[in-house]
């Protein structure tokens, strides 16, 4: 039989000490209550209730039996009484270290095995480390185990991970599950950017020597990496065990359904895009007015129905360039304007050949008993299928700016309108010079973008100096004038050419230089105005017929303004953010559309006070044109400097014929051009 001193533990056989406690293997410790009380609850109610006395009348000193192992015990006891702690050899030792201490309620012991977590042996267990933390709602160790979570694949077949992501609750583990996807979907997203991998994601990356940096194996690492890890597998056979399914019976939450099977991929599954996409939107579009006998508001309603829905779509997957999601979105006020707001066979009618620009226009509030002028010998309706399909055509490519149409006869531009007496052979050959100017243009402001800082260093106009700001705006604004017209003079070459149109169908895209006197006459008579009708169509919809405010009414003018510029810039928005939120940037469009009306408010106000001051000759014009270029020299970097340092603005078109006639090659590099190489 041992000895009362055998069976007590060495650190614990203080003989002072009133309660006794007992391990599984029968080791006895000798603690003081004192300690007992102050440090556990779970103690300290036990030793408040009344004691029976012993026979003798001495203190009792009964075993107190805990249940526990030696290991486990002595470590618990050790953290209460103040001695030394040894150090931990697992995991397991811990969490049943900690067992014991929230059996016993005692928060001192607690916080050392919170201090303990962040050690090297308990990190390289994250999702272990992540369990304690959120079952003690113990923050900073949860987010940082989170973070470290990351390297786990927790949703892969037959996983390791399955029991203990059973044991999460049902917010913890969702909790996990959607910071896992959406880290995915960032990474995803970095991918494609230039912030992190700009030297395998730009096309015109370049080294110092000019020579383009080839980045097709980092490509094709990116497309096996994405393809290899993100994509949804099926290739569990039916009936098999699969863990994510263990995991949404237990959490009960529709939503980890949802991200553990890569929800994004579930709302839409068509590929490939735009492409396919753009057929239908434009077929949508077309259908109803092509259709034999016409279509009712209704049916026209119909269509615009999945316009919105492929709408949607791409704002959603966002995996469209910006010059296709600008166009796109451009299409969407004109196809609600065909659609939804006007009757298309009886308000857009082609204008004769003798017609003159100040005709009366045909109104808009007609019966179908009575068709506009010139529309009854020539109904569309009655016409053969390829003659509406190219009225329908017609129609989509010029109704904004109406040139050829009934509605734009009191445009701006109706008195630039070619001769009609004009021969087509003469037309061309006067276009042609046009085309020539308009390409070297656009080519020297291409070079431009090369050599200001703004551009080539992406840096923006908002932080280079004054004089790169002023260049960068102009040099903006006249490059995209100039690409603009030369596609637009490049057309009427072919279609004037092969007799598709007349002269008269193709007045110049910009205005003069005396449209530039102020921000009004810039964007109603200066800037294209291939936006105008289905703009301003929403706007007289809106004053009209929904607030139903007096025709050219103060109010119902100033709503128009706003609304159109509005629209404008929300067409401008949705079309670059698309591509700028893929990256982390976002679009400036809205809001600098939507400060043009003070502009142009301001103009009026002034115009007003001093009208029979100032007299209308060059000095004002000149003087007009510098307060215009100012305002957008103020304003124009909240719409650009979002594409500049995006890299949607970096100049890709690498031959330029100036440099060619002045080098003898037209080769253009980074190197030899931005203003940053030269420390300019």
């Not at 029968?26 to 029976?52: A, I, K, N």
């Not at 980890?256 to 590929?271: D, E, P, V």
């Not at 704002?315 to 939804?340: H, I, N, Q, R």
């Not at 921000?519 to 919809?541: E, I, K, N, T, Y």
Request: aromatic share 12%; hydrophobic share 40%; glycine share 8%.
């Amino acid at each position: 039989m041992a000895t009362a001193k055998e069976t007590y533990h060495p650190s614990f056989d203080d003989e002072f000490a009133d309660v006794v406690l007992q391990s599984l293997e029968g080791t006895l410790y000798r603690v003081h209550s004192f300690v007992l009380r102050t440090t556990s609850g779970f103690f300290r109610t036990m030793l408040s209730l009344p004691q029976p006395p012993a026979p003798d009348g001495k203190p009792h000193h009964a075993e107190i039996p805990v249940g526990e192992h030696d290991a486990v015990l002595e470590r618990v006891l050790r953290m209460l009484c103040g001695l030394e702690i040894p150090r931990w050899t697992s995991f397991d030792e811990l969490e049943s270290a900690l067992e014991l201490i929230e059996k016993w309620d005692t928060p001192g012991p607690l916080s050392f095995i919170r201090t303990a977590l962040p050690a090297p042996m308990f990190a390289d267990d994250p999702l272990r480390v992540y369990l304690l933390a959120t079952r003690f709602g113990w923050q900073e160790e949860t987010d940082s185990a989170l973070v470290q979570t990351l390297k786990l694949d927790l949703l892969a077949p037959a996983s390791e991970f399955e029991s203990m992501l059973c044991r999460l609750s049902s917010r913890s583990l969702l909790k996990l599950i959607t910071f896992h996807e959406r880290c995915k979907t960032r990474f995803r997203t970095a991918l494609d950017g230039t912030e992190l991998f700009a030297a395998g994601n730009e096309e015109q990356r370049e080294c110092s020597c000019g020579k383009r940096r080839d980045n097709y194996t980092w490509r094709m690492l990116k497309a096996k990496a994405g393809g290899a890890r993100w994509e949804p597998k099926n290739e569990r056979p039916t009936g098999a065990l699969d863990p994510a399914r263990k995991i949404r019976d237990h959490s009960k939450s529709s939503l980890l359904a949802m991200s553990s099977s890569n929800w994004k991929t579930q709302m839409f599954t068509w590929t490939p895009f735009p492409y396919a996409y753009f057929t239908l939107y434009l077929a949508c579009i077309f259908t109803p007015l092509v259709i034999a006998g016409g279509t009712g508001r209704l049916t026209r309603a119909l269509f615009f129905v999945p316009i919105l829905l492929l709408s949607a779509q791409l704002l959603y997957k966002g995996e469209a360039g910006y010059l296709t999601c600008t166009a796109w979105f451009a299409c969407l006020p004109l196809a609600s304007d065909l659609l939804l707001l006007s009757d298309a066979y009886r308000e857009f009618y082609r204008v004769d050949a003798n017609a003159t620009a100040t005709s009366p226009p045909a109104r808009r509030s007609r019966s179908r008993r009575s068709p506009p002028p010139n529309a009854n010998a020539n109904d569309i309706r009655t016409k053969p299928l390829l003659e509406r399909v190219e009225w329908a055509v017609g129609l989509f490519c010029t109704v904004g700016r109406g040139a050829g149409w009934a509605h734009g006869r009191q445009a701006r531009h109706a008195s630039q309108t070619p001769d009609s007496e004009l021969s087509r052979p003469r037309f061309v050959l006067s276009q042609i010079p046009r085309l020539l100017f308009q390409i070297l243009l656009f080519d020297l402001m291409n070079i431009h973008a090369r050599w200001n800082p703004a551009f080539c260093a992406r840096l923006g106009l908002t932080s280079v100096g004054l004089g790169w700001r002023v260049l960068g705006t102009l040099g903006w604004a006249t490059g995209a004038m100039a690409g603009m017209s030369a596609e637009h003079v490049l057309l009427s070459i072919i279609f004037v050419g092969s007799g598709y149109s007349q002269p008269r169908d193709w007045p110049p895209l910009f205005g003069g230089f005396e449209d530039l006197a102020s921000v009004r006459g810039f964007w109603s008579r200066g800037w294209h105005q291939m936006l105008r009708r289905p703009l301003s169509a929403h706007a007289r919809f809106l004053t009209g017929t929904i607030l139903r405010l007096p025709p050219r009414s103060l109010s119902s003018i100033c709503i128009s303004i706003q609304t159109v510029f509005f629209l404008s810039g929300l067409v401008h928005y949705l079309g670059e953010q698309v591509a700028l939120s893929r990256i982390g940037f976002s679009s400036g469009s809205l809001v600098f559309f939507s400060i043009q009306p003070l502009a142009i408010a301001l103009e009026t106000l002034v115009g007003l006070f001093f009208r029979d001051h100032v007299d209308k000759g060059t000095g004002s014009r000149v003087l007009g044109m510098s307060w215009t270029l100012s305002w957008f020299v103020l304003t124009f970097p909240l719409m650009l400097d979002p594409l500049l340092r995006s890299g949607e603005m970096d100049p890709r078109i690498t031959f330029s014929p100036i440099t060619w006639l002045v080098r003898g090659h037209g080769t253009l590099g980074h190197a030899d051009f931005c203003a940053v190489e030269y420390g300019l």
